[in-house]
């Protein structure tokens, strides 16, 4: 992950005191997950501020999103200042071509991190428009919002390509250390989420193959894996394998209604 939440905030502080209009493009980029063409399309009839909504064009449709009270503020302030009319691009003129205008933030991008590496030692690498994107969805998922969260928001086709913007492998090792079953946890979670039945407070799988299993508990309120029946033999092969390696084989598992982990099979009850 290019940037963690607080050294974030520092960025976008300095950039709200330095520069507003791109402070305000690079928040809506941020807050609402979308690609800078799409905050470069938003015209001023785009903007409900009576029922407090907020729609972006993409190719595939309108989508639309709650405006948030700070986001709101700041673009009826900008909107005023700027003397727009109903029809005006609030970002751009009509005139200027859509990858001089993301070429030109993504510059300023470049120079306002640069300054910050060489003033206050920043230490961050180089950023565009585009990592802003990727950064919402990272620290949601940090922060501990579950992927169906961040699908919805980014609007993506399925779960996988929201899954791939985000760098979700990375994440979970981040986020969960490796010498922990919290990422198994963490994986058998979301598998369950993105079918499409409704679940429980608790799901219970079968764990084995014919001749021998067990049975478990994943508890989604404690966040705990309870063993509910032993077959001495089966445990000791779960045991033995190291959770990141039972987290990795989980991971790259098709969903279904099983999954063979190390050799044995899980099955939903």
Not at 54 to 63: A, E, K, S, V, Y
Not at 84 to 102: G, H, N, T
Not at 243 to 256: K, N, Q, V
């Amino acid at each position: 992950m290019k940037l963690i939440k607080t050294k974030f905030n520092e960025l976008l502080y300095y950039i709200h005191e330095d520069n507003y209009k791109n402070y305000l493009m690079l928040k809506i980029i941020y807050t609402y997950g979308r690609n800078a063409s799409e905050i470069f399309n938003l015209k001023n009839t785009d903007i409900d501020t009576i029922k407090d909504t907020i729609t972006f064009h993409i190719n595939t449709g309108d989508i639309t999103y709650p405006l948030i009270p700070q986001i709101k503020d700041g673009l009826i302030g900008y909107i005023y200042d700027q003397e727009l009319k109903q029809d005006d691009y609030i970002f751009r003129r009509p005139d200027e071509a859509m990858e001089i205008v993301i070429k030109k933030l993504n510059y300023y991008l470049d120079r306002t991190v640069d300054t910050l590496n060489k003033t206050i030692e920043f230490n961050c690498e180089k950023l565009t428009t585009k990592d802003f994107k990727i950064l919402r969805g990272q620290h949601l998922f940090l922060d501990g919002a579950k992927l169906h969260v961040i699908h919805d928001l980014y609007r993506n086709s399925n779960i996988q390509s929201t899954k791939k913007n985000i760098n979700y492998n990375e994440l979970v090792e981040l986020k969960f250390p490796c010498n922990t079953l919290d990422k198994v946890f963490q994986e058998f979670t979301d598998f369950n989420l993105y079918t499409d039945e409704r679940f429980d407070d608790t799901d219970i799988f079968t764990v084995g193959d014919e001749t021998e299993s067990i049975i478990i508990e994943l508890d989604y309120n404690e966040q705990t894996i309870n063993l509910i029946s032993d077959e001495n033999e089966l445990t000791s092969k779960i045991e033995e394998v190291p959770p990141a390696e039972l987290c990795r084989m989980l991971r790259h598992m098709d969903t279904g209604n099983f999954r063979f982990i190390n050799g044995l099979r899980f099955i939903k009850n």
